[in-house]
Each structure stands twice: as C-alpha cells, then as structure tokens.
C-alpha cells in the first residue's frame, strides 16, 4: 500500500486531467521513473510558466500522448526536484499533502511541505 507524508493510505492527485507516472491518478514511483512524480501540485500560471523556462512546457497540449496540456489550477504529480527548484525561486505551487507520496520526505522536511499545504 502507497503512503502519504502522514503515513495514511495515500489519495488520488488527480483523474481530470490524468496525472502520474503511471496515469492512475497517484503521485506514486518506481525506480525506472526518474523524475520521481512525488508531488500533487495545484498548478499556478507563474510555476507552469516556469517549469516552461526550465524545460518541462505542462501548457501545450500533446494529442498523441493524451495531455490536454494544464492550466492554473489543476492538480499534478510534479517531480520532487522540479518543486524544489521552484521553491528555491519562490515560484512553487501548493501541495495537497494527503495525495503527496511519503517519499516526498527522503527529499525535504514536513514542516517545507505543510508551509505548502493547499489549502481549499
């Protein structure tokens, strides 16, 4: 059973659009994902707009791989590292902590992730 960061069974991220490493909707890894989507995100304009300047453009539609492309306000599984950056440069989204994997933890502290704590 996958855990979150309070070591409850851990709840969907997100059906619509689909999110994940898996597009199951789970903020959830395996050691092939080298992203490590750990983090269910409520995305905003300023981070989509910043993960487009490092790289990861989560705007643009893809048809052929079913990505409707993300806007603000939408959940995702985001990539520990990439959210950690954004934090460093005060760009970073908040978090749903109860879909956010424990894993989360082997990179940052709790009292980091509940300073992110969506709150709705």
């Known amino acids: 059973m996958e855990l979150n960061v309070f070591g409850s069974p851990i709840i969907s ?14 903020c959830r890894t395996i050691s092939e994902d080298s992203g490590k989507h750990l983090v269910c995100a409520v995305v905003t304009k300023e981070f989509l707009e910043f993960s487009a300047s490092r790289g990861n453009d989560l705007i643009t539609p893809i048809p052929q791989w079913n990505f409707p492309g993300l806007k603000p306000g939408d959940k995702w599984c985001l990539c ?41």
């Not at 997100?14 to 789970?26: A, E, V």
């Not at 879909?99 to 933890?105: E, G, P, R, V």
Request: charged share 25%; proline share 4%.
């Open 80 to 120: 520990i590292s990439r959210w950690l950056e954004a934090v460093k440069e005060r760009k970073a989204p908040s978090i749903v902590l109860e879909a956010t994997h424990q894993k989360a933890l082997d990179y940052t502290s709790m009292e980091v992730l509940e300073s992110f704590a969506f709150k709705s």
């Open 13 to 26: 991220c997100c059906n619509d659009p689909l999110t994940g490493y898996f597009r199951d909707g789970y």
